[in-house]
């Protein structure tokens, strides 16, 4: 059985960093994309970050410079290390494991992905 779990989120204060560490538990992952996604209140999931098996990585636009994902396979955890945060970071974090393996391409979008994690909030205070 396939689990995964976010944990890092809070209460932040504008231009401040946060770690969000998601654990994989299940199966080997290091053949797999590994991706976050975040989802703002009355918004729909959008892509965040996502890095290759190959530790190749992809950003979205209102993210570079400021976010990092990474993996880690020997722990089956992925990463996303956030700094400069503002308050439109505010939203629930989720991370997931895409759907197909050896695949170089980045995945972006939610039907990429197969597994996905319960979530875990950011909120960005000003």
């Known amino acids: 059985q396939v689990h995964l779990v976010e944990s890092g989120g809070g209460l932040v204060q504008v231009g401040s960093s946060v770690r969000l560490t998601c654990t994989a538990s299940g199966r080997d992952f290091s053949s797999y994309a590994m991706g976050w996604f975040r989802q703002a209140p009355g918004k729909e999931r959008e892509f965040v970050a996502t890095?290759?098996?190959?530790?190749?990585?992809h950003y979205t636009d209102s993210v570079k410079g400021r976010f990092t994902i990474s993996r880690d396979n020997a722990w089956k955890t992925v990463e996303l290390r956030m700094k400069v945060l503002k308050p439109e970071d505010t939203a629930v974090y989720f991370c997931?494991?895409?759907?197909?393996?050896?695949?170089?391409?980045?995945?972006?979008?939610?039907?990429?992905?197969?597994?996905w994690g319960q979530g875990t909030q950011v909120i960005v205070s000003s």
């Open positions: 890095i290759t098996w190959r530790y190749n990585t």
């Open positions: 997931a494991v895409g759907r197909t393996t050896y695949d170089e391409t980045y995945q972006t979008v939610v039907s990429d992905y197969e597994y």
